[in-house]
């Protein structure tokens, strides 16, 4: 029993030091979650990508005469599993053009030629170089050296998202936090192909509750996240 107790306070100790970190961070609660639990996993180069694009407007575009052509060049960024991935996908192939080329008027025609919109993924950068400016100035945010796994990078979405956990009940119907029942959004990628247990970076109501931004996870992840709930 005494293991036990001292086993919670310390839980407590290590959730009131990632609260004092979080207030320090003038950025988003649940990006900032986010960040201090990719610096305990290792997976911080990824996190700040990722962290970024979730404040702005989706990087791809589809023209309303040119959808089905989008949607077919943009199936070169799809990861099967994850479109967290996917839109790391999209800067690690963007930043791959660019070192090659060195020219903005390049980069514009890659991004016209792969329905993406040049400004939103300038405005990306931009936020990107902030945060880096931002997490610069605090001690033990640094850079993984090493690509980071599947499980370490959605092992710390995790924590900024747990309340947008769901299980697939029957078909393509998942129950979320609260007894709520959604779907995945039909535009992403895992729309027909999500796993039995899924995070989801926000939610959009319309005829019904729809999941944004989507990947499969493992529920073992979970606990070790959310013992404290």
Known sequence: QLLSELG????????????????DLPIDPCISRIIIEARDNNCLKEIKIIGAVLAIQDPRIRPTDHEKEADEVHKVFLHPQSDFMTLLNIWNSFHDVQDKVKSWSRLKKYCKGYYLSYQRMREWIDLHDQLERILEQREGFTNNTINASYEQIHR???????????RKKLGQQYQGAHNRELMIFPGSHQFMKGGQWLVAASFIETSRLFALTVATIEPEWIEAIAGHL
């Open 8 to 23: 919670a306070i310390n839980d407590r100790m290590r959730l009131t030091e990632k609260g004092r970190i979080m207030a």
């Open 156 to 166: 710390a979405l995790l924590a900024g998202f747990l309340r947008n956990l769901a």
